[in-house]
């Protein structure tokens, strides 16, 4: 039997089977820089601190599990993408890998914008004060609701997903008077997945509208008749956790190429392409992603050098990074309670949390580094799997990975990059509370999202 994923979902391509795992790294102690925060070190007492406060303390106060922000690593983050696409691009912070108040006054504070996906992301986004201009709102299903709020507020861009939102964007529009900016998603046919791409029948999926058979092109066809829409350019999401920028080349070039006919049979050249987001971060010491001026540089070449060809003027570029943001921002901080040994097999280590705080492993197969973190150790290495107090066998949180030999109950442990899609996934599955959210900056912590409590449960269940 085989495992066919990978960090981000399924991946087409060779895969590891059932129970691979590398060899134990040679320091249990070390922490990867790739994989952790910025601020995140060793104490000289043997434990670890972000932003200058000891997990000890943090967990004493906030409680387990509980995520830890670097704050500093997440602006600084921010600050590397908006330099690296300087001034003639425009970078959108993905808000669907994790969204709260705070992060938005960040990246406000940074220069970003902010995509979202849903009618509470956009609240979100409105209440912490960002420029409706810099709001992109996406979805491939956009209540009624959800348009109108969006049209009325004036974001910056609706991203059309179908044929019939088209027409429901435009008459929401028109009714209230206004000219919705708006681009046309399209599917180019292209998958990319960490170093593999696929460049055929992709089409297959809920989200934009194919190329293949002239469908994109009649979709900006009809955009571009409506009154109520100012169609400024295309959008275009090839794939997630993306270490290779091979699966963009194609992309931009198919894009381009609509762009072409666009030109050739309206006499409008689209002035923006946005490229979507999906590149990749470290979640183990294994993952090698790109710098962002490293993505910037490639993708302005690839689309410069397609419209050269094409003789279009080179449209903005913009990118959707989310994951490449946050990701590496934050680590779960968890408490070790049962510890079961397998003979010939590996050891089971349970933690207060589980799949209702990090669903990715169990929905994904997603691969994550795990270490001991309130002291050192010497033991000898164990090979363990790190499961949460859910009642599913598939409640597994870091599936094969090595603990010191001498782990006990009470001690704390750390899984790294679990800044996106942990918290804006978390459930209450078994009733379970879902976890706070703690920024640590400069030796001071703050909650930024509360831990729920029972109180919160029980206030939604109206009996």
Excluded at 285 to 306: F, Q, Y
Excluded at 309 to 337: C, D
């Amino acid at each position: 039997m085989s495992r066919s994923a990978h960090p981000a979902g399924p991946r087409h391509a060779d895969v590891l089977p059932e129970g691979h795992y590398t060899a134990p790294p040679a320091d249990l102690n070390a922490l990867d820089p790739k994989v952790w925060a910025h601020t995140v070190t060793r104490t000289p007492e043997g434990s670890v601190s972000i932003g200058g406060i000891d997990v000890k303390d943090l967990a004493e106060e906030y409680g387990t599990p509980a995520y830890f922000m670097d704050e500093a690593d997440f602006r600084s983050r921010a600050r590397a993408w908006r330099t690296a696409f300087g001034h003639d691009a425009d970078v959108f912070y993905a808000g669907k890998a994790f969204l709260s108040r705070a992060v938005v006054r960040w990246l406000h504070e940074e220069g970003l914008n902010l995509d979202v996906c849903s009618g509470g992301e956009l609240a979100t986004a409105l209440s912490a004060g960002m420029p409706v201009d810099r709001i992109a709102f996406h979805g491939n299903n956009k209540s009624e609701e959800e348009i109108r709020t969006a049209v009325t507020v004036g974001v910056g861009r609706i991203v059309l997903d179908s044929f019939q939102e088209i027409v429901r964007v435009a008459h929401i529009a028109q009714s209230l008077g206004k000219r919705q900016r708006v681009q046309i998603r399209v599917t180019v046919g292209v998958e990319a997945h960490t170093h593999e791409f696929i460049a055929t029948a992709h089409e297959d999926q809920k989200f934009g509208i194919a190329l293949a058979d002239g469908q994109a092109a009649e979709a900006v066809r009809r955009a571009l008749a409506l009154d109520g829409l100012e169609v400024v350019g295309i959008h275009s999401h090839i794939g997630s956790q993306i270490f290779d920028m091979a699966g963009f080349e194609v992309a931009a070039r198919r894009v381009v190429k609509l762009l072409a006919e666009v030109r050739d049979e309206h006499g409008v050249e689209l002035p923006e392409i946005d490229l979507g987001g999906g590149l990749g971060i470290a979640y183990t010491s294994e993952d090698d992603p790109s710098e962002p001026h490293e993505i910037a540089k490639a993708l302005g070449e690839i689309v410069t050098r397609e419209c050269e060809a094409a003789r279009l003027r080179t449209p903005r570029i913009s990118v959707e990074p989310g994951r490449a943001i946050v990701g590496p921002t934050a680590f779960t901080l968890y408490e070790v309670g049962t510890i079961k040994p397998l003979d010939g097999l590996r050891t089971y280590v349970s933690v207060d949390g589980g799949m209702s705080d990090n669903i990715r492993t169990a929905l994904y197969d997603a691969e994550y580094s795990v270490s001991l973190v309130s002291r050192t150790s010497d033991a000898e290495p164990m090979l363990v799997r790190v499961v949460g107090k859910h009642c599913e066998s598939g409640d597994i949180v870091v599936r094969d990975a090595f603990l010191p030999s001498d782990l006990a109950p009470g001690d704390l442990i750390a899984v790294p990059a679990t800044g996106a899609y942990c918290r804006s996934m978390a459930s209450n599955y078994n009733h379970a509370l879902r976890p706070p959210v703690v920024a640590v900056n400069n030796g001071e912590a703050r909650v930024i999202v509360r831990r729920e409590t029972e109180e919160d449960l029980l206030r939604l269940d109206v009996g």
